[in-house]
């Protein structure tokens, strides 16, 4: 009975402690999402975020020219000693655009 009661107690301080602190006034524990945030990641080609900028140095690469998934998936493929695939992001081979064949259509191509 104890334990439930502190448990309460415990609730009830935390629930007043976010309302004050920007919730919406009637009860809310969540704290306020009003406030604007980035939706930039770093992960594109240019950006470079701390984290970005230490994958790249582990890799020896320049973090401004890579995304984050291209540098991802060159520290992976180095892992599995895919040396052929590593250097395929490297060269930016994987950029190039595909041509794939036309696909037959009912009626034009019939």
Do not use: W
Request: proline share 5%.
């Amino acid at each position: 009975m104890k334990t439930i009661i502190s448990t309460a107690i415990a609730a009830l301080a935390l629930s007043t402690s976010f309302a004050a602190a920007g919730g919406d006034g009637q009860g809310s524990i969540a704290p306020s999402m009003s406030k604007s945030y980035s939706t930039s990641t770093g992960s594109s080609v240019g950006e470079v975020t701390p984290g970005k900028a230490q994958l790249a140095a582990q890799l020896g690469l320049d973090p401004a020219k890579y995304t984050s998934a291209e540098l991802a998936r060159i520290q992976s493929a180095l892992y599995d000693n895919e040396v052929e695939a590593a250097n395929f992001v490297i060269s930016h081979q994987n950029r190039k655009p595909v041509d794939v064949a036309p696909q037959p259509v009912m009626g034009r191509d019939s």
